[in-house]
T-cell receptor
């Protein structure tokens, strides 16, 4: 069975500082990995997917299969980045598109 | 928002009463999902559907049932609500690359 671990429940940084939200996964196959963001009392929004290797709102994430990690990074945090962030994994194949989520990390960016 | 709505958005109910939450989508997506969101647990899959009348259990399905009689609607029923089912419930659909898009959520309180 697959598992996603986000070791930090809370992460605080100051505006302009770099930020890294950690995500580790366990899965024997080739996963599809995603980052979702949830602003206060809003719906979850897709932030990044590893297959597209894109940068959204200044965030990037690289899949490291050797370390089974998919950490989310931003070089200069902004106050509007304050939110809950979830890492999620899809096992592909016959999983019917089900996602396994990490427990989430609350990011607070102080002015 | 991928054309996903949920109703009601907020509900307070008493222990032992039945409750039905509705998820409606307008874009003919085949796969739909129900999650609950709780602090410290992230999002956990309750049930999912891979077509009309095709549903299956997720990791936290006890006390919940679902129905999907037409493509656009996926209903989640709490047969006899308990306080442990106080949560925020999210519906989601699957996009073309295994990503999911979420509804606005339903905040349910069982007193």
């Amino acid at each position: 069975a697959q598992r996603v671990t986000q070791p930090e429940k809370l992460l605080s940084v100051f505006k302009g500082a770099p930020v890294e939200l950690k995500c580790n996964y366990s899965y024997s196959g080739s996963p599809e990995l995603f980052w979702y963001v949830q602003y206060s009392r809003q719906r979850l929004q897709l932030l990044l997917r590893h297959i597209s290797r894109e940068s959204i709102k200044g965030f990037t994430a690289d899949l490291n299969k050797g370390e089974t990690s998919f950490h989310l990074k931003k070089p200069f945090a902004q106050e509007e980045d304050s939110a809950m962030y979830y890492c999620a994994l899809n096992a592909g194949g016959t999983s019917y598109g089900k996602l396994t989520f990490g427990q989430g990390t609350i990011l607070t960016v102080h002015p | 928002d991928a054309g996903i709505t949920q109703s009601p958005r907020h509900k307070v109910t008493e222990t032992g009463t039945p409750v039905t939450l509705r998820c409606h989508q307008t874009e003919n997506h085949r796969y739909m999902y129900w999650y609950r969101q709780d602090p410290g647990h992230g999002l956990r899959l309750i049930h999912y559907s891979y077509g009309v009348k095709d549903t299956d259990k997720g990791e936290v399905s006890d006390g919940y049932s679902v129905s999907r009689s037409k493509t656009e609607d996926f209903l989640l029923t709490l047969e006899s609500a308990t306080s442990s089912q106080t949560s925020v419930y999210f519906c989601a659909i699957r996009g073309p690359s295994y990503e999911q898009y979420f509804g606005p959520g339903t905040r349910l309180t069982v007193t």
